[in-house]
């Protein structure tokens, strides 16, 4: 069975840091990656996918992620935080079993940036 | 905007009660997600439609629950008997067929909130 794992309940970045984002999978194929950013009482957005190629992905809002796959991590990364990425982050994945595409998430990571 | 709409966004009921949420999809999309999400976890699937034909159904899914989308556009979520355990925020995706690696894109949900 596939599953997510986000290790971190709460980062904590002051603005103009740079942000990591953990997140491990566990899969019985060829990874399909995501990570959707949450804002209070709102919907996910998409920011970023991982299928094939370059193991540097990048997406919105100044976003990457880095895949590994010795490591199994697909971490969210950003060079310089602003306050407005405070939000709650999920990384998921392609149910790898299933033809539909259902996606599998991880707990969350609630990311704080403070001015 | 043609985002994914949900209605409606917030709904108060008393335990026992019937309720009905709607989706109206990205109009060229042809899969439709529900999922589900409690306070601090990630959204867990409930069930997926490509086009009117419902696919796949979560162990999640009781007797109480049932989706539809008869035409192959808006899909409804439907659960009888409301419990309290159904308070959750209910969160719907679609996104287009071709390939299951196609990001879903979510609705802002509807919270439900069972008294």
């Known amino acids: 069975a596939q599953s997510v794992a986000q290790p971190e309940d709460q980062v904590n970045v002051a603005e103009g840091n740079p942000l990591t984002v953990k997140c491990t999978y566990s899969?019985?194929?060829?990874?399909?990656l995501f990570w959707y950013v949450q804002y209070p009482n709102r919907g996910l957005q998409f920011l970023l996918k991982?299928?094939?190629?370059?193991?540097l992905v990048k997406g919105s809002y100044g976003f990457e992620a880095e895949f590994n796959k010795s490591q199994t991590s697909f971490h969210l990364k950003k060079p310089s935080a602003l306050v407005s990425d405070s939000a709650l982050y999920f990384c998921?994945?392609?149910?790898?079993?299933?033809?539909?595409?259902?996606?599998?998430f991880g707990q969350g990571t609630e990311l704080s940036v403070k001015p | 905007d043609t985002g994914v709409s949900q209605n409606p966004r917030h709904k108060i009921t008393k335990r026992g009660q019937n309720v009905t949420f709607r989706c109206d999809p990205i109009?060229?999309?042809?899969?439709l997600y529900w999922y589900r999400q409690t306070l601090g976890q990630g959204p867990e699937f409930l069930t997926y439609?490509?086009?009117?034909?419902?696919?796949?159904k979560s162990r999640l899914l009781s007797d109480r629950f049932s989706a539809e989308r008869p035409k192959g556009s808006f899909s409804t979520l439907e659960i009888q008997r409301t419990e309290q355990g159904d308070s959750a925020m209910y969160l719907c995706?679609?996104?287009?067929?071709?390939?299951?690696?196609?990001?879903?894109?979510f609705g802002d949900g509807t919270r439900l909130s069972i008294l």
């Open positions: 995706a679609s996104s287009q067929q071709g390939s299951s690696n196609q990001p879903q894109h």
């Open positions: 899969v019985s194929g060829n990874p399909y």
């Open positions: 991982y299928i094939t190629g370059d193991n």
């Open positions: 998921a994945v392609r149910d790898y079993d299933n033809q539909g595409g259902k996606l599998i």
């Open positions: 109009s060229e999309h042809n899969r």
């Open positions: 439609f490509q086009n009117e034909a419902q696919l796949e």
